[in-house]
């Protein structure tokens, strides 16, 4: 049967909802159950224009009789989109189900909770909390430009399956690390992999073989191009290159090498940085990350033992590798003493760009996210004697400690500030909330989506999306390709800003992150602009006398148009 939703803030549209009821064969228990599924259940995005179907099914009901369901329908705020109460027939074995033709006409987040008469619900699923299930409506990646890795401006780190389906061209991601490491390349001597990688070329095998879900990525059938960042060394070094009593707290196989691992780390530097000229050679650049937050947690050596893995490796790379550009050190942009200590130590002798993982609290505009990063830049700059390239490899927010709604703000705002400050591209922090017993049981939440498989801690096959995953596809969307011109002037109280230009056109991200709401008179040029809210839906808005009023709030805008 149809039925006619109650709508709300959602542009007076009528929806109508198709509703099949259908009998299932399955025992239940007394008390009742809930489940719910979307028409694509192993990660619930779909495409702006193609339908979206929320599949019920209600056991341990009373055979033979009539219940309710009660769906509502929000966004990622809160704000109540549809509701309707639907009435099913249950069959003598106490079943029912029902499909719900959910609303995808808007791009964005959408949360669906339904209950029973007797209250049962959604129950919790993986790291999904109980009452509802999640749908996000995105971009066509098909539609999207591949901007090269030149160009390309956004990537994110693994946990990435094949069974989740097609969420890095759903995110529009393309760089991504690549894998394995000196540590898993070389466990058991060293020479050991330029040995494995000559005996695979010999048999017409690529060694080590790329990866199917981050190297060869299709969308719809088409090919969608990622670009690596290489790992010489993450968190680990092979057992017999590693000097006793050097190890971090939480990263125990990472620390200061031995004589043996002096001697053989060139060697595997020029034969790894040969596979990654090889493998990729595509990529105009090849970013090759060196070490991984050598702080106290990953790393117990002195200065001096750190910067020696650049050493060592820096003319081995470069020799193989005529694209290559050495980074690192991959800390916190805070812990500016401990770096300094590298800088002192001779590091920038080392480097072709400097990473950083930059993570703030929440929010960023106030934990110094901004200082901390211009921090950094002028002591890369006075160490090397000029500019570096900046990239971020890592930083993201945990919805458990400040919920879903300001884990997307965090990420986004995060995200427009380190590439509005001039990086290079930048990689967000993790495609699903995982399992591991060295984080406490709120650090597994920086999940994009929700783990909705709780056997599988890593790279699980079945998420469900948080409101992340639209605002992240609308910045990518909006972003990638662009070049950075710095933060907006005259700017009022708590408002902040960037410039972006793309291709002849500006963009400007804007938003508000204390003030519910603000205004903003801002001066263009030409008749009209385009305004999206940050899930990428956009309106033609007149310019009157040279200007056009905006309203801030914590979400950015993006305003598009020429000579910004």
Not at 56 to 85: R, Y
Not at 125 to 143: C, E, I, L, Q, W
Not at 196 to 223: C, E, H, I, W
Not at 413 to 440: C, H, N, Q
């Amino acid at each position: 049967m149809n039925q006619k939703l109650s709508l709300s803030g959602y542009s007076s549209l009528t929806v109508g909802a198709s509703l099949l009821v259908v009998a299932t064969c399955t025992a239940a228990s007394a008390q009742g159950a809930l489940s719910a599924d979307t028409s694509r259940p192993n990660n619930s995005t779909f495409v702006l224009g193609e339908k979206v179907g929320v599949t019920f099914q209600a056991s341990g009901l009373q055979p033979s009789s009539k219940t309710t369901l009660a769906i509502k329908l929000s966004d990622e705020l809160g704000t109540v989109i549809a509701t309707t109460s639907v009435s099913m027939n249950v069959d003598s074995s106490g079943q029912a189900s029902t499909i719900y033709a959910a609303p995808a006409t808007k791009l964005g987040y959408y949360r669906v909770d339904a209950s029973l008469p007797n209250g049962t619900a959604v129950p919790a699923t993986g790291t999904r909390p109980a009452g509802f299930v999640t749908y996000a409506v995105v971009t066509d990646p098909s539609k999207r430009v591949n901007y090269g890795d030149a160009g390309s401006r956004f990537g994110m780190q693994g946990g990435f399956s094949a069974a989740q389906g097609s969420v890095i061209p759903y995110l529009g991601v393309r760089y991504v690390l690549a894998s394995p490491d000196w540590g898993e390349l070389e466990p058991k001597n060293p020479g050991q992999f330029a040995a494995d990688r000559s005996t695979a070329l010999a048999k017409g095998q690529v060694f080590p073989p790329k990866s199917a879900v981050m190297d060869q990525v299709t969308y719809n059938g088409a090919a969608w191009p990622t670009y690596a960042v290489a790992l010489v060394t993450k968190a680990k070094v092979p057992a017999w290159a590693l000097e006793p009593n050097t190890s971090g707290t939480v990263c125990k196989n990472m620390g200061a090498l031995n004589s043996a691992g002096v001697q053989a780390l060139p060697a595997f530097a020029q034969a790894f940085a040969t596979h990654v000229s090889t493998n990729y050679a595509a990529q105009s650049s090849h970013y090759y990350e060196v070490t991984w937050e050598p702080a106290s947690w990953c790393f117990g050596g002195s200065a001096q033992q750190l910067v020696q893995f650049y050493q060592l490796s820096y003319d081995a790379i470069h020799r193989a590798d005529p694209k290559a550009i050495v980074m690192g050190p991959t800390l916190f942009p805070e812990v500016t003493p401990v770096l300094t200590g590298f800088w002192a130590a001779g590091l920038a002798n080392y480097l072709d760009a400097v990473s950083i993982h930059p993570y703030v609290k929440f929010p960023p505009e106030t934990n110094e996210l901004v200082s901390n990063i211009r921090t950094q830049m002028q002591l890369a700059q006075t160490a090397k004697g000029h500019t570096l390239p900046f990239v971020g490899t890592e930083h993201g927010y945990t919805s458990s400690s400040i919920g879903e709604l300001n884990e997307a703000l965090g990420d986004i705002r995060s995200t427009i500030i380190v590439l509005g400050e001039g990086f290079k591209f930048d990689m967000a922090f993790y495609i699903a909330d995982f399992w591991s017993p060295t984080f406490s049981d709120t650090a597994h939440y920086y999940g994009y989506y929700w783990n909705l498989n709780p056997k599988i801690a890593y790279g699980t096959d079945k998420i469900g999306p948080k409101p992340v995953v639209p605002a992240y596809a609308a910045m990518t969307s909006l972003l990638d390709g662009s070049t950075a011109s710095g933060p907006i002037a005259n700017l009022a109280g708590t408002q902040m800003g960037y410039r972006f230009q793309r291709n002849g056109t500006t963009i400007l991200a804007l938003w508000d992150y204390q003030a519910a709401s603000s205004t903003l008179s801002l001066a263009v040029a030409g008749s009209k602009v385009q305004v999206c809210n940050w899930m990428d839906n956009c309106d033609s808005v007149a310019v009157s006398n040279g200007r056009v009023q905006l309203s801030l709030g914590a979400a950015p805008v993006y305003v598009v148009g020429q000579n910004l």
